[in-house]
């Protein structure tokens, strides 16, 4: 069956960087993109940013732009979200997907298969 | 960035009601609409795709509807699996991919 499972807890100080794995199973990993999404506690669902497997292109979201990195292991199946210049407001619960889409006339994506989260703790 | 809006942003519902959720996108995003469902301390799980195209395994209770700004997700007869938080997501004209602030489903 498919799953991603993500690495486990991470506590950082201010300013330290945190790199985040995504190992997936039981799909051909290169045929698909992986998303990252945050959630704050008690808050909604914050999309990060995307990678291609197949190509490894990047998009990111604008206010993460310059801290955020994407890349992907194709040998092993598994995509890594790595943030740095870390602050307190990076506090959250971190999910890698997979990316899949529907070709109805254009490509609806939608994201089929979640990790476990990683929480990730910032503070001094 | 196309904006997502949901309403209510809580309701209470006994076991057995017609639950009806409300999103609205910022501009015209056609179908590209998907609903999740997350329950606390796990990851979403992916409800309807493309508006309204069920995801395999999810119970047919469950239906979606809607084209262009306005969209509902629907719940036929609620079941206490169904207490959660409902999220919905657009995927028009690339990323962004921006999600809804989420509908909270409570036991009345």
């Known amino acids: 069956q498919i799953q991603l499972v993500q690495s486990a807890v991470e506590v950082k100080k201010p300013g330290a960087s945190v790199k985040v794995s995504c190992k997936t199973s039981g799909y051909t990993f290169s045929n698909y993109g992986i998303i990252w999404v945050r959630q704050a506690p008690g808050q909604g669902l914050e999309w990060m940013g995307w990678?291609?497997?197949?190509?490894?292109?990047?998009d990111y979201a604008q206010k993460l732009q310059g801290r955020l990195t994407m890349t992907t292991d194709t040998s092993t199946g598994t995509a890594y979200m790595e943030l740095k210049s870390l602050r307190s407001d990076d506090t959250a619960v971190y999910y890698c997907?997979?990316?899949?889409?529907?070709?109805?006339?254009?490509?609806?994506?939608?994201?089929?298969?979640w990790g476990q989260g990683t929480l990730l703790t910032v503070s001094s | 960035d196309i904006q997502m809006t949901q309403s209510p942003s809580s309701l209470s519902a006994s076991v057995g009601d017609r639950v009806t959720i409300t999103c609205r996108a910022s501009?015209?995003?056609?179908?590209?609409l998907n609903w999740y469902q997350q329950k606390p301390g796990k990851a979403p799980n992916l409800l309807i795709y493309a508006a309204s195209t069920l995801q395999s395994g999810v119970p047919s209770r469950f239906s979606g509807s809607g084209s262009g700004t306005d969209f509902t997700l629907t719940i036929s007869s609620l079941q206490p699996g169904d207490f959660a938080t409902y999220f919905c997501?657009?995927?028009?004209?690339?990323?962004?991919?921006?999600f809804g602030p989420g509908t909270k489903v409570e036991i009345k």
């Open positions: 997501q657009q995927s028009y004209s690339g990323r962004p991919f921006t």
């Open positions: 997907a997979r990316s899949n889409f529907f070709s109805g006339g254009g490509f609806i994506y939608y994201f089929d298969y």
């Open positions: 990678i291609s497997a197949y190509t490894g292109n990047t």
């Open positions: 501009q015209n995003i056609n179908t590209y």
